[in-house]
């Protein structure tokens, strides 16, 4: 990777996100920060240009529970790069009680994968002109324990956060999975990681701030941000994985992921129901 390399990094100003960030950063390249709260990505802009030495951070507004904001991002996106190398898809949450995206989705699974099934289809395009490229989900173990609720994806009869949080991160390997096979005979890989368990403010409320407490009396017992981002970073920058795609990756390696995640028509079953959910093929 070096200066002439584009990269986006969702869910930037915080955590991995803002670690992912300042590690690529250091390689010279220039790094889109996508955010959805302005005051808290400028600040997080400016520690990352001073981490890195490098002043080719920019900060890009996207609320990733938003179709017309992802559709937003993507066109001024395009207006201001002519390329795109790598795509980290690393932003999330998760939350006590069910909420919705402006969509109307329950919002994990609306935030965690639905609104990145969508931005990463949306630059698909200029991700296969700047081939080779990489495309890199952040998922979680808790995938093992995931299951795709079609008959009630969005968790309006029986909502608990696990069963929202463990849905959307195998959500995540079953897109990876699916979307590397759609780019067989491309040089865009796509694979994803489990990074750990890592003390991020993924757990506090967007809206209230609420489980921040909680949050920073758990951080002794977790990874630092920046030991959590070192296998985004490393998928995102390492010749061992150039050509390397569709795998789920823990600790810089290639492990194994549920039996469920191999499930080549579960994939296909889920990339057509968000086609319908984002609106992809309108």
């Given at each position: 990777?070096?200066?002439?390399?584009?990269?986006?990094?969702t869910?930037?100003?915080?955590?991995?996100?803002?670690?992912?960030?300042?590690?690529?950063?250091?390689?010279?390249a220039?790094?889109?920060?996508?955010?959805?709260?302005?005051?808290?990505g400028?600040?997080?802009?400016h520690?990352?240009r001073?981490?890195?030495?490098?002043?080719?951070?920019?900060?890009m507004?996207?609320?990733?529970?938003?179709?017309?904001?992802?559709?937003?991002?993507?066109?001024?996106f395009?207006?201001?790069?002519?390329?795109l190398?790598?795509?980290?898809?690393?932003?999330?949450?998760?939350?006590?009680?069910?909420?919705?995206?402006?969509?109307?989705?329950?919002?994990?699974?609306?935030?965690?994968?639905l609104g990145?099934?969508?931005?990463?289809?949306?630059?698909?395009?200029?991700?296969?002109?700047?081939?080779?490229?990489?495309?890199?989900?952040v998922?979680?173990?808790?995938?093992?324990?995931?299951?795709?609720?079609?008959?009630?994806?969005?968790?309006?009869?029986?909502?608990?956060?696990?069963?929202?949080?463990?849905?959307?991160?195998?959500?995540n390997?079953?897109?990876?999975?699916?979307?590397?096979?759609?780019?067989?005979?491309?040089?865009?890989?796509?694979n994803?990681?489990?990074?750990?368990?890592?003390?991020?403010?993924?757990?506090?409320?967007?809206?209230?701030?609420?489980?921040?407490?909680?949050?920073?009396m758990?951080?002794?017992?977790?990874?630092?941000?920046?030991?959590?981002?070192?296998?985004?970073?490393?998928?995102?920058?390492?010749?061992?994985?150039?050509g390397?795609?569709?795998?789920?990756?823990?600790?810089?390696?290639?492990?194994p992921?549920?039996?469920?995640?191999?499930?080549?028509?579960?994939?296909?079953k889920?990339?057509?129901?968000?086609?319908?959910?984002?609106?992809l093929?309108?």
């Amino acid at each position: 990777m070096d200066k002439n390399n584009v990269v986006i990094v969702t869910g930037a100003n915080s955590g991995m996100g803002k670690a992912t960030s300042a590690g690529l950063a250091k390689t010279g390249a220039t790094v889109v920060m996508l955010c959805r709260n302005k005051s808290k990505g400028e600040k997080a802009v400016h520690e990352v240009r001073d981490l890195s030495g490098n002043n080719s951070v920019e900060l890009m507004l996207c609320d990733l529970g938003s179709r017309k904001s992802i559709e937003g991002f993507c066109t001024e996106f395009k207006k201001k790069y002519q390329r795109l190398d790598v795509l980290v898809n690393n932003a999330g949450v998760t939350l006590l009680d069910r909420q919705q995206t402006f969509d109307g989705y329950e919002l994990q699974f609306g935030v965690n994968h639905l609104g990145h099934f969508l931005l990463t289809n949306w630059l698909l395009d200029l991700m296969l002109t700047s081939a080779p490229a990489r495309i890199i989900n952040v998922s979680s173990g808790a995938h093992k324990s995931g299951k795709i609720h079609f008959d009630d994806v969005n968790l309006k009869k029986n909502y608990n956060v696990w069963r929202a949080y463990a849905q959307s991160k195998l959500a995540n390997v079953l897109f990876t999975y699916e979307l590397s096979e759609r780019l067989k005979g491309t040089k865009v890989t796509a694979n994803c990681l489990h990074p750990g368990a890592v003390a991020t403010a993924m757990g506090i409320d967007r809206n209230t701030g609420f489980g921040t407490f909680i949050t920073s009396m758990l951080k002794p017992f977790f990874q630092t941000s920046e030991e959590g981002a070192q296998t985004a970073i490393y998928l995102a920058t390492s010749h061992d994985v150039e050509g390397v795609t569709g795998k789920y990756f823990y600790r810089k390696r290639p492990i194994p992921s549920s039996k469920t995640s191999y499930d080549k028509d579960l994939a296909r079953k889920l990339w057509k129901l968000s086609e319908r959910m984002t609106g992809l093929k309108d």
